[in-house]
């Protein structure tokens, strides 16, 4: 079969690393448009259970990642001038441009081609090109827009601005501050993902955003600005930028999910708040169910019907979990007259997917102390 695959991202990476390991006579071609150290952003993290999907998946790339993980247990919460533990959580963090660098390796050790520096413009033509065209190609997916038509897109803008830093402060576990002034409250989501570097992640709804004149600072003034409202968190470590803007997030829905040989996968065909940290995690799953949909199936449109109908119910699973933790991050101001207990027990339930008992179970230390609050 030849697969034509736009994007190399994780999405687009890991699909091709899956289908040529399954049959090495596969022609798999990779275009992306960047080159191969070229990436925004700093740190992703997996989940233990992610984890454990890789490495049945493919065990050489498992190995590779998790040789470079930091990983923690405790997600923390700082409000005003205290801070809460909740410990039993499992994840780990990695660098992205190191998870891509791994999966490009094993990608060419494979045998698949990557055209790195390589913009494709002409869709159909390429389309018309091959078996199977794989548009793992994004959040803002030009193949989406191209096929709009036929795969019905949904896009939400949301209204929250957010933008993504780094730092050499080392957040050790997954640490969401609340700092307010004068503009409103602002939040940050952070950790380390290797042993110098945190990724530095903060948001604020659009009155905070308007209000601090974020519009018409350059970004330099804003990079100093936010460093100024987390001046206690952040130490004497200034935030790193990586041609860091504010943007808006966009959820993503796409009622079909492939178009005669053409498929979308990652970001371009959903996306899940950040906040839930799932991103990553969904489009290399994504990836694994694809490929596993092509191992049984006859051709290719039983292959792309079969990933749809057996996908689709755990994206939206998933999509709705992080549509409740978006929601409580845009309404983030309602819950600042909260203790910082109140507030963990809060965060840690927003997305309806952690309940009193499992934190209970993960950490009763924690637990004990939000009960203790009314004595
Ligand atoms: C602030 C923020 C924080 C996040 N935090 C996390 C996290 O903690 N954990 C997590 O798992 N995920 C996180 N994510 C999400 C994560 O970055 C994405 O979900 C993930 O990268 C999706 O993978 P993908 O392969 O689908 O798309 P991408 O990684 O976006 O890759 C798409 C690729 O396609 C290329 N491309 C696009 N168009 C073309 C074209 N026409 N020709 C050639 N190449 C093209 C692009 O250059 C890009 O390399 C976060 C996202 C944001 C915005």
Redesign the pocket.
Known sequence: MKINI?????????FAILMKKADPSHQVNV????GPD?????????SGK?LANLRAADEESHAAITKEFEAWDNVDIVLRASKVSIHGNSFS?IA?LQL?NILQWRAEELGVNISFR????D?ETLRNNCDLLVA????????RSRYADQLKPNLDVRSNR???YGTNQLFHGLTLTFRENEAGVFAA?S?KFNTTTS?F?VECDPQTWDRAGLSTKSDEETRSYIANVFKEDLGEYPLLTNNSKW?N?VLVKNANWFFKNLVL?????H??H?SI????????E?AIALAECFKRATDITQALSDFAALRRPIIEDYQAAAFESMVWFENAADHMHLSTIELAFSAMTRSGRVSYDDLRKRSPEFIQQYESRKS
């Open positions: 736009i994007g190399g991202g994780p999405a687009g990476l890991y275009y992306e448009r960047n070229d990436t925004f952003g700093w740190g992703v993290v997996f992610t963090g992205r891509l390589t913009e494709i413009s869709i793992a190609d994004g959040v803002n997916s030009g193949v957010y933008i993504w989501h950790y990724t992640i943007l997030f996968l990652g970001d371009a065909l996306t899940a950040f940290g799932s991103g990553t995690k969904l489009a290399m994504d």
